[in-house]
């Protein structure tokens, strides 16, 4: 009897571990979704406590330390939008893994940021809108803190939709906006402002032909050579020692030139060395490496994968150079005016701004980042690793010929302008041979069939292209009316 119920008793006991098991799994699935926005919100009140301690409360004090945590916020949001075009198509191609990438671009965002990320701030800091075009500091404080919020707000929102927008443009509509809020037509560079909306127009155009023009070529010296892999093995090093270039140049102007100035073609004169150099280096190391390779498809792309990797690296590095600007322009332009600087003087971004921008970026790609990367890399057009090649060089190339140019440029419209070139190529040269087909008597595809073979997803286009074309408006709006709500508020 005694051995009866001591087995009911372990049965029983057995059931309700099982039960206190399958409740533990419960909740684990329930908090696991809400560990990224806890660690975000840890890192805001972080922020908000370095700008405590900086800065003596009281008065504009408690603006600057909320200023502080806007600015996390938007940093964060930068970093779960905006750094997935730089690589979003190495995950895509297969060259990284989510993981990879993600360190990768982390790490190189905040050496780019740290580094080559000082002197940036002042277009969006003070040259979209000038702090003496405000009746009181604390006025043009209320107007940049709304910028913030609005673009954060937005950037954010477009995240959750699956669209990389331009946080640049996102901030710059935000802070035109809050400037016409506050301080009227005349508060308004619009020279600045026209020259930013030409580049909008410009950057997807500009990087869709060039990574379409890159492919091509490919196609053309590469892929349909009588003999592929000789092709390869004699092209390749002339396209990485391009690819060095190009890339050397980029960072002269997005990274270096933030340091000590850099004109074009002094860019372009380093640029164009270190691909000589890198050719003479290459070209018999990749001779002696593609003897071994057979001759078919994936040989090819297997050289091209160290190449890819190391271009996210650098796009990453300059992106982290120019894009911090977006948190620590309107940040220190606070910070200065909460300490009474004389107007007109040049705005400098403090240590702990710094900081906020290149950490809040790699801290938000890490969390949030991963639905955006795959969006880029995986959900517009399928993408191998020369044309993953392509968008990465396009992108470089654009931006430099941009600066020659004097346009400035948007790198996610240069980026995704980059997959849609590549994409909307591929269709093109698909409707050619189909049509070929049909005038050599094959029968026709049937509209669902056409339809099945079109290989740039037209939902992705049609709601990137919109958020695009929202983006400037969308955030001036919300900054005004927050900018007008504060004001109403105001004592």
């Given at each position: 009897?005694?051995?009866?119920?001591?087995?009911?008793?372990?049965?029983?006991?057995?059931?309700?571990?099982?039960?206190?098991?399958?409740?533990?799994?419960?909740?684990?699935?329930?908090?696991?979704?809400?560990?990224?926005?806890?660690?975000?919100?840890?890192?805001?009140?972080?922020?908000?406590?370095?700008?405590?301690?900086?800065?003596?409360?009281?008065?504009?004090?408690?603006?600057?330390?909320?200023?502080?945590?806007?600015?996390?916020?938007?940093?964060?949001?930068?970093?779960?939008?905006?750094?997935?075009?730089?690589?979003?198509?190495?995950?895509?191609?297969?060259?990284?893994?989510?993981?990879?990438?993600?360190?990768?671009?982390?790490?190189?965002?905040?050496?780019?940021?740290?580094?080559?990320?000082?002197?940036?701030?002042?277009?969006?800091?003070?040259?979209?809108?000038?702090?003496?075009?405000?009746?009181?500091?604390?006025?043009?404080?209320?107007?940049?803190?709304?910028?913030?919020?609005?673009?954060?707000?937005?950037?954010?929102?477009?995240?959750?939709?699956?669209?990389?927008?331009?946080?640049?443009?996102?901030?710059?509509?935000?802070?035109?906006?809050?400037?016409?809020?506050?301080?009227?037509?005349?508060?308004?560079?619009?020279?600045?402002?026209?020259?930013?909306?030409?580049?909008?127009?410009?950057?997807?155009?500009?990087?869709?032909?060039?990574?379409?023009?890159?492919?091509?070529?490919?196609?053309?010296?590469?892929?349909?050579?009588?003999?592929?892999?000789?092709?390869?093995?004699?092209?390749?090093?002339?396209?990485?020692?391009?690819?060095?270039?190009?890339?050397?140049?980029?960072?002269?102007?997005?990274?270096?030139?933030?340091?000590?100035?850099?004109?074009?073609?002094?860019?372009?004169?380093?640029?164009?060395?270190?691909?000589?150099?890198?050719?003479?280096?290459?070209?018999?190391?990749?001779?002696?490496?593609?003897?071994?390779?057979?001759?078919?498809?994936?040989?090819?792309?297997?050289?091209?994968?160290?190449?890819?990797?190391?271009?996210?690296?650098?796009?990453?590095?300059?992106?982290?150079?120019?894009?911090?600007?977006?948190?620590?322009?309107?940040?220190?332009?606070?910070?200065?005016?909460?300490?009474?600087?004389?107007?007109?003087?040049?705005?400098?971004?403090?240590?702990?701004?710094?900081?906020?921008?290149?950490?809040?970026?790699?801290?938000?790609?890490?969390?949030?980042?991963?639905?955006?990367?795959?969006?880029?890399?995986?959900?517009?057009?399928?993408?191998?690793?020369?044309?993953?090649?392509?968008?990465?060089?396009?992108?470089?190339?654009?931006?430099?010929?941009?600066?020659?140019?004097?346009?400035?440029?948007?790198?996610?419209?240069?980026?995704?302008?980059?997959?849609?070139g590549v994409g909307f190529l591929r269709e093109w040269q698909e409707a050619r041979r189909a049509r070929d087909a049909r005038r050599a008597?094959?029968?026709?595809?049937?509209?669902?069939?056409?339809?099945?073979?079109?290989?740039?997803?037209?939902?992705?286009?049609?709601?990137?292209?919109?958020?695009?074309?929202?983006?400037?408006?969308?955030?001036?709006?919300?900054?005004?009316?927050?900018?007008?709500?504060?004001?109403?508020?105001?004592?």
């Amino acid at each position: 009897m005694d051995d009866g119920q001591d087995s009911n008793r372990w049965r029983q006991l057995d059931k309700d571990l099982k039960r206190i098991g399958r409740l533990e799994l419960s909740g684990q699935s329930i908090s696991r979704p809400l560990v990224a926005p806890g660690a975000a919100l840890v890192f805001i009140l972080l922020a908000c406590g370095a700008a405590a301690l900086v800065l003596a409360p009281g008065g504009s004090g408690w603006a600057v330390v909320l200023a502080a945590g806007v600015g996390a916020y938007m940093a964060l949001n930068i970093g779960a939008n905006d750094v997935a075009n730089n690589v979003g198509p190495a995950v895509g191609a297969r060259v990284l893994t989510m993981g990879g990438a993600l360190v990768i671009a982390a790490v190189f965002e905040s050496l780019g940021a740290v580094i080559a990320g000082g002197d940036v701030v002042a277009t969006i800091a003070g040259g979209i809108v000038a702090p003496e075009g405000f009746e009181t500091p604390e006025g043009f404080i209320r107007a940049m803190i709304c910028a913030m919020i609005a673009a954060a707000v937005w950037v954010n929102l477009s995240t959750w939709l699956g669209a990389p927008v331009s946080t640049t443009h996102s901030i710059v509509g935000g802070v035109l906006g809050a400037g016409l809020a506050g301080g009227g037509l005349w508060a308004v560079n619009w020279p600045a402002v026209g020259a930013i909306a030409a580049g909008w127009v410009a950057s997807p155009l500009m990087g869709g032909a060039v990574a379409a023009g890159l492919l091509a070529f490919l196609q053309s010296r590469i892929a349909r050579a009588p003999d592929p892999l000789e092709a390869g093995r004699r092209w390749t090093p002339t396209l990485i020692a391009a690819m060095t270039g190009v890339f050397t140049a980029y960072l002269a102007l997005k990274g270096l030139s933030h340091l000590t100035p850099v004109k074009v073609w002094q860019a372009v004169a380093v640029g164009t060395a270190t691909g000589l150099v890198t050719w003479l280096t290459l070209r018999p190391l990749i001779a002696r490496a593609s003897a071994e390779m057979e001759a078919r498809p994936r040989s090819l792309k297997i050289l091209f994968r160290l190449p890819l990797a190391i271009a996210a690296a650098l796009l990453s590095f300059a992106h982290g150079a120019n894009d911090v600007a977006n948190v620590v322009g309107p940040l220190a332009a606070i910070a200065q005016a909460a300490q009474h600087a004389e107007p007109g003087a040049t705005i400098v971004a403090p240590p702990w701004v710094m900081a906020i921008g290149a950490l809040g970026i790699s801290l938000g790609l890490l969390l949030f980042g991963p639905r955006l990367v795959r969006m880029v890399g995986d959900e517009i057009t399928k993408l191998s690793p020369p044309r993953a090649w392509c968008v990465a060089m396009s992108a470089a190339t654009t931006v430099i010929l941009a600066s020659w140019l004097g346009l400035p440029v948007s790198s996610t419209h240069v980026a995704v302008g980059g997959v849609f070139g590549v994409g909307f190529l591929r269709e093109w040269q698909e409707a050619r041979r189909a049509r070929d087909a049909r005038r050599a008597g094959a029968p026709e595809h049937p509209p669902e069939e056409r339809s099945r073979r079109m290989l740039v997803r037209r939902s992705h286009f049609l709601t990137i292209v919109a958020a695009w074309v929202v983006t400037a408006p969308a955030t001036a709006l919300l900054s005004a009316l927050l900018l007008g709500g504060t004001n109403l508020l105001a004592p």
